[in-house]
């Protein structure tokens, strides 16, 4: 499964960003920040790069960038719960690498390294951070940052946290410092949902068609129109899951030009019909 591109938008200059979540998740994608999250409210299944686990209430998780990741939240009855979680999103850059070059901060440091693999923190741990992650989300300013860094503390002096991904385990290479590729995927998934043509997504990268297909296979390990369909796949899980819109309506949103075309890809991506994945989840 391809993951996609969330670009996180700090507001202003801040370069920490805390906020209670409403949204349903179960988009698989990346970003190229930190981010520890923290679930208050909900239950399903965490999936963080090879790492496949239930979650509850008082699951915490901090990963780096460019981890792909999902949250696929089980649907209680009205809905995934409004503040069902805090999610932080930070970049090492915000921090600034004199600064955790420092001898004081060689546990935040081992910190971030760890984080290339995911970490999964204990429920003490999350109750413990609760406080601060909330203050972070409402403050500015040095009261923000005291907050932050007593939420470090918590991180890095715990005793039970533990390794998500496997230790081979590395993001499939696709090149997302590439600002070409960056900004096909950016148009790509502004667009998954209209008819999309090598000439489109050419134009965007400002090459040739021919030129263009073998650049984006060769940056990205797939060819163009497998990375699209698997995009418009993606939504789709996303859309059966959490919706109950008809099939045939998922399909034409999602940009498959019939609903046997529908059929035909969505079983060659997930193995299973869409109404098959669709019973999965009642």
């Known amino acids: 499964m391809i993951a996609e591109l969330e670009k996180i938008e700090f507001p202003g200059t801040t370069g920490f960003m805390a906020s209670y979540l409403d949204d349903k998740g179960g988009i698989w994608q990346f970003h190229h920040e930190f981010e520890l999250m923290l679930n208050l409210k909900s239950y399903g299944t965490r999936i963080i790069g090879d790492s496949v686990e239930l979650f509850d209430r008082y699951d915490m998780t901090l990963i780096a960038g460019n981890i792909p990741h999902s949250w696929n939240h089980y649907l209680h009855e009205g809905g995934v719960p409004p503040g069902h979680g805090i999610v932080l999103h930070f970049s090492r850059a915000s921090l600034g690498e004199g600064f955790i070059a420092q001898h004081e901060m060689n546990s935040l440091r081992e910190l971030l390294e760890i984080a290339s693999l995911g970490i999964a923190f204990s429920e003490t741990d999350a109750r413990?951070?609760?406080?601060?992650?909330?203050?972070?989300?409402?403050?500015?300013?040095?009261?923000?940052?005291?907050?932050?860094?007593?939420?470090?503390?918590i991180l890095c002096s715990s005793g039970k946290k533990r390794q998500l991904c496997s230790e081979n385990y590395k993001p499939a290479a696709d090149n997302r410092g590439n600002p070409v590729i960056s900004r096909v995927y950016e148009y790509i998934r502004q667009n998954y949902s209209k008819p999309l043509t090598i000439n489109d997504l050419a134009s965007v990268a400002e090459m040739k068609p021919g030129s263009f297909g073998k650049y984006f296979k060769r940056n990205c390990g797939t060819g163009v129109v497998e990375y699209v369909n698997q995009v418009r796949s993606n939504r789709a899980c996303y859309l059966?899951?959490?919706?109950?819109?008809?099939?045939?309506?998922?399909a034409i949103e999602c940009g498959f030009q019939s609903i046997s075309n529908f059929n035909k890809l969505f079983r060659k991506h997930n193995m299973v019909t869409p109404v098959e994945y669709r019973g999965r989840f009642r």
């Open 128 to 153: 413990k951070a609760e406080p601060f992650l909330d203050i972070m989300t409402r403050t500015s300013g040095m009261e923000k940052m005291a907050a932050f860094f007593s939420l470090m503390h």
């Open 240 to 250: 059966l899951r959490e919706t109950d819109r008809h099939v045939y309506e998922i």
